[in-house]
């Protein structure tokens, strides 16, 4: 499963998890809402730390390589990998 698929689900499950609590608590409609977006930021910045790195990570990988890729057409592009004469 992609990085961005787990960081995602985790968020996902965390705004669920916090909603509920709060609905359990009373609050109903927007403000629900509102809250539980609010409370599930900070609670998921902590407990989804592990999977947020390795989405980055992902994400930096992905970066470098097409950057490498660029580089290296443009020096094709150039000439730069002709055989010198």
């Known amino acids: 499963m ?4 787990v960081y995602t689900a985790g968020r996902v499950l965390v705004f669920v998890g916090v909603a509920a609590l709060l609905f359990a608590t009373g609050l109903r409609g927007f403000v629900l809402v509102l809250a539980a977006l609010l409370v599930s930021l900070p609670v998921s910045y902590v407990v989804l730390a592990r999977p947020r790195e390795h989405f980055a990570a992902d994400v930096e990988r992905r970066l470098a ?4 890729r660029r580089e290296d057409l443009r020096s094709r592009l150039r000439g730069d990998d002709e055989p010198a004469a």
């Open 2 to 5: 992609s990085a961005f698929a």
């Open 65 to 68: 390589e097409r950057r490498a």
